[in-house]
């Protein structure tokens, strides 16, 4: 069972950046693919970043393509997503995710593992 936790979500104005991370536990590291998510009570969840076990493919949704970098430290248990000229529409709470890499969860974006989520805030 993999435990995930985030951090660094705020408030920052647009144009701003901010940092998310997310520490995993409870599962080998390396054996997961790992993505972000966002959500707002309104809406589904939708797919954000993905990157795969290796930290050697990543992928994008088209809405922060360019502007979003996801990366991973396989030595230290984390991913982090650098959020780069962010939008007031990118506000919502931003969730980390796992799955095990065979699962093939880095091309169906059907992951297994969610942390409680992160608050971003972006004001115009």
């Known amino acids: 069972q993999v435990q995930l936790v985030e951090s660094g979500g705020g408030l920052v104005q647009a144009g701003g950046s901010l940092r998310l991370s997310c520490a995993a536990s409870?599962?080998?590291?390396?054996?997961?693919?790992m993505a972000w998510f966002r959500q707002t009570p309104a809406n589904a969840r939708e797919f954000v970043a993905a990157?795969?076990?290796?930290?050697?493919?990543?992928v994008y949704a088209d809405s922060v393509k360019g502007r979003f970098t996801i990366a991973r430290d396989n030595a230290k248990n984390t991913i982090s997503m650098q959020m780069n000229t962010l939008k007031p529409e990118d506000t919502d709470v931003y969730f980390c995710?796992?799955?095990?890499?065979?699962?093939?969860?880095?091309?169906?974006?059907?992951?297994?593992?969610w942390g409680q989520g992160t608050q971003v805030t972006v004001s115009s």
């Open positions: 995710a796992a799955a095990l890499h065979y699962s093939g969860a880095f091309y169906t974006h059907d992951y297994h593992y």
């Open positions: 409870g599962g080998t590291f390396t054996m997961h693919d």
């Open positions: 990157i795969n076990w290796s930290g050697g493919n990543t």
